[in-house]
């Protein structure tokens, strides 16, 4: 699902209600009858007009009508659901324009977004629950039963589930993007000009970057939480140069900065422990792998750091969900979601490449066909080379 949003400024007022209507009638019906959508857009120009409007959204595939249905209906896809947050997002004066795509994931997709004054900044469109349309039968068991399977219940979730703890995080004191705004699956939040670990081949110190991504999980753990997917990908790496006012001479420091939320649990999880050391390991082992450093010390170890856990006068967020409006059972929705696709992913890994070309995965008439089709395996060769080199000090200008 690519965003395209050619379409977004030929729409009229009416069209985007009758969008809005279809969005309000999908909490009820996952094929909303043309009356309802007539009845929830409040259009004076009565029923010709609307569907003068559903047609348009039609065509530009914003909303879509199912094969096989008993009535006459129409379901949001995709894109209308992206649409419908660009427009909230346009309006509140939070995205002006809409550039390039930087990153691509299975889960979400990242772009590059301006405000009115021209700042850059990042828009997180979350896609959990695309990637089961594509893959087999069985993994669709909890998208068929209920809406609390359904891709737009789960990534809505996901992205109310990330603003909350990046809010969270960021009013700690947590070097995390500064977040900006929240609508339906997307958020908008600060770009942080640094590359991720992954990119990274070099720098002058190893052992005092590991030792700051050890401390920064350990500081998230007295907040009593989990990152959960705390890897080479999620972390980004930003150099923050001082002078010595002094000397005159550059400092420059390596600062983990940390995306990245829709998974992170609780200190409390019943599964915690496993998380942790988890987490713990795919650092270590990135470290060993990529700088071919390895702690000369054992751990950290979940238990002598649960005793951490809100001591220092650290703040508990582990209840940010709570506060947030997102019940015990949306929590365990998403939960089983994320755990399900990352077993996705374990079992079938190509499926989870991006790949530029991506069909639209919002008919599911097509789905039949693709399930057997093999997974492009030109993509997965692709995988970028690490290539940057960072934190050295730049040679002297005198020199
Ligand atoms: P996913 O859930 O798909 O893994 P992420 O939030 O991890 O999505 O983002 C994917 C990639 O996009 C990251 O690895 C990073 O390169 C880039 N990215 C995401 N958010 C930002 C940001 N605020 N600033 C800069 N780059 C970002
Ligand atoms: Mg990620």
Request: aromatic content about 8%; some cysteine.
């Amino acid at each position: 699902m690519k965003l395209d949003t050619r379409a977004m400024r030929h729409l009229t007022a009416e069209d985007w209600k009758v969008l809005a209507a279809v969005e309000q009638g999908s909490k009820n019906h996952e094929l909303v009858p043309v009356p309802i959508i007539e009845r929830f857009s409040r259009l004076k120009g009565g029923s010709s007009l609307v569907s003068k409007c559903i047609s348009t959204l039609a065509k530009t595939s914003l909303i879509a009508k199912m094969k096989e249905a008993k009535y006459d209906g129409y379901r949001l896809t995709y894109g209308g659901l992206d649409y419908l947050a660009l427009h909230t997002h346009s309006q509140k004066k939070h995205i002006y324009s809409v550039g390039t795509r930087v990153g691509v994931g299975k889960e979400s997709d990242i772009m590059l977004v301006a405000d009115h004054t021209g700042a850059q900044q990042i828009l997180k469109i979350h896609r959990l629950g695309r990637i089961s349309f594509r893959t087999v039968k069985t993994n669709r068991d909890y998208l068929k039963k209920n809406a609390s399977g359904s891709w737009m219940y789960l990534s809505t979730l996901a992205a109310r589930k990330e603003y909350a703890f990046l809010s969270a995080l960021h009013s700690a004191g947590i070097p995390v993007p500064t977040p900006i705004a929240h609508s339906r699956h997307t958020i908008v939040m600060s770009l942080v000009d640094a590359p991720p670990l992954r990119q990274i081949s070099s720098v002058p110190d190893p052992a005092a970057l590991y030792a700051s991504l050890i401390e920064l999980y350990l500081r998230l753990a007295k907040h009593g939480l989990i990152h959960g997917d705390y890897n080479e990908f999620n972390i980004l790496i930003r150099e923050d140069i001082s002078i010595n006012p002094e000397t005159g001479t550059e400092k420059i420091t390596l600062v983990p900065v940390v995306i990245d939320f829709p998974q992170m649990i609780s200190m409390e999880h019943v599964n915690a422990e496993m998380y942790f050391d988890r987490d713990i390991n795919c650092i270590k082992i990135f470290f060993e792998r990529r700088f071919h450093f390895k702690p000369t010390t054992p751990g950290p170890f979940y238990k002598d750091v649960k005793k951490t856990v809100g001591r220092d006068g650290f703040e508990r967020l582990d209840a940010t969900l709570e506060a947030s409006g997102i019940t015990k059972k949306m929590a365990k929705d998403l939960e089983a979601a994320i755990r399900q696709h990352e077993e996705e992913k374990l079992q079938n890994p190509e499926a989870f490449e991006p790949s530029e070309d991506e069909e639209d995965d919002d008919e599911d008439e097509d789905e039949e066909e693709k399930e057997g089709e093999e997974a492009n395996t030109d993509e997965k060769e692709k995988e970028e080379q690490p290539s940057i080199v960072i934190g050295f000090q730049s040679p002297s200008e005198s020199g």
